[in-house]
Nanobody, 124 residues
Framework: QVRLVESGGGSVQAGGSLRLSCAASGLSFSSYAMGWFRQAPGEEREFVAV????????HHVDSVQGRFTISRDNSKNTVYLQMNSLKPEDTAVYYC?????????????????WGQGTQVTVSA
């Protein structure tokens, strides 16, 4: 059974930092590109960042470029999202997802497995 479990969410003030983790089990982690997505209240879920199987290729959405960094540790079956200089508009539920097909993808439908999400709330 494949499980993706996010952790590290919480409430912070604007300008603060959080580090999200996503622990994977039940799959060959190093065979999957891993992505982070987020869904704000009343909004569609959107792409945030993706990292390739080896970790050599990464891509972040423009709105978080320079503030967020995705990384992975294949020895721990875990992907991370370091979030710095947080803004109120970053408030959302953050999801990690796994994709075995593409080198990297920003398309939600390309991802086979999803976590349950972790809430991030940024106050002004």
């Amino acid at each position: 059974q494949v499980r993706l479990v996010e952790s590290g969410g919480g409430s912070v003030q604007a300008g603060g930092s959080l580090r999200l983790s996503c622990a994977a089990s039940g799959l060959s982690f190093s065979s999957y590109a891993m992505g982070w997505f987020r869904q704000a209240p009343g909004e569609e879920r959107e792409f945030v960042a993706v990292i390739s199987r080896s970790g050599k290729l990464i891509h972040h959405v423009d709105s978080v470029q320079g503030r967020f960094t995705i990384s992975r540790d294949n020895s721990k079956n875990t992907v991370y999202l370091q979030m710095n200089s947080l803004k109120p508009e970053d408030t959302a539920v953050y999801y990690c997802a796994a994709d075995a097909t593409f080198l990297i993808s920003t398309t939600q439908s390309d991802y086979e497995y999803w976590g349950q999400g972790t809430q991030v709330t940024v106050s002004a």
